[in-house]
T-cell receptor
Framework: QQQVKQSPQSLIVQKGGISIINCAYE??????FPWYQQFPGKGPALLIA?????SEKKEGRFTISFNKSAKQFSLHIMDSQPGDSATYFC????????????FGEGTQLTVNP | DTGVSQDPRHKITKRGQNVTFRCDPI?????LYWYRQTLGQGPEFLTY????????KSRLLSDRFSAERPKGSFSTLEIQRTEQGDSAMYLC????????????FGEGSWLTVV
């Protein structure tokens, strides 16, 4: 059973545009929601993370929006650049469970120059 | 700099052979994890250690898989009698006492079973 569902599977954006990736979760015990960026042949790298006590977190061009009642969260990449082309994964964990992460299926982002 | 070093980075093996992957933390990490990632999918949790104790194992970790972390430092993941379905990237990850819930990943070890 997929506990974290991610969409879209792939996304093509023009340089300077906004990339939006969405995730929905089922387990209300999740209390930590990170986003990872992964380039081909590399391990996932932490991009930004949020806890459910805030509705939005911004770091540079990256923003997480969190809707606890809808059990959804999303990643917004402002002013998308070709260097942002990568696969993005949302994830979730429960603080008391060793923090093991449950990942979404991933979104392959392509930013055209 | 990912905080862990994984070896080998790539391994091609014949079906039925045993393989072992090693993860060396660059500094002390109290929690060390193993994940598996197949092409086009997100990483899946396999197991984790707090110091030398293996505290949790996923159902994905069949009897052919074994992981160890002697003395709470480096960790090994062994796969016995490999099958083609074992072809994946095996990721070592860690969490420090000061990183809260944040988990950092290594570069991964690619396994191809032919």
């Amino acid at each position: 059973q997929q506990q974290v569902k991610q969409s879209p599977q792939s996304l093509i954006v023009q340089k300077g545009g906004i990339s939006i990736i969405n995730c929905a979760y089922e387990n209300t015990a999740f209390d930590y929601f990170p986003w990872y960026q992964q380039f081909p042949g590399k391990g996932p790298a932490l991009l930004i993370a949020i806890r459910p006590d805030v509705s939005e977190k911004k770091e540079g061009r990256f923003t997480i929006s969190f809707n606890k009642s809808a059990k959804q969260f999303s990643l917004h990449i402002m002013d998308s650049q070709p260097g942002d082309s990568a696969t993005y994964f949302c994830a979730a964990s429960i603080g008391t469970s060793g923090s093991r992460l449950t990942f979404g299926e991933g979104t392959q982002l392509t930013v055209n120059p | 700099d990912t905080g862990v070093s994984q070896d080998p980075r790539h391994k091609i093996t014949k079906r039925g052979q045993n393989v072992t992957f090693r993860c060396d933390p660059i500094s002390e990490h109290n929690r060390l994890y193993w994940y598996r990632q197949t092409l086009g999918q997100g990483p899946e949790f396999l197991t984790y250690f707090q110091n030398e104790a293996q505290l949790e194992k996923s159902r994905l970790l069949s009897d052919r898989f074994s992981a160890e972390r002697p003395k709470g430092s480096f960790s090994t993941l062994e796969i016995q009698r490999t099958e083609q379905g074992d072809s994946a990237m095996y990721l070592c990850a860690y969490r420090t006492a000061s990183s809260g819930n944040t988990i950092y990943f290594g570069e991964g070890s690619w396994l191809t079973v032919v």
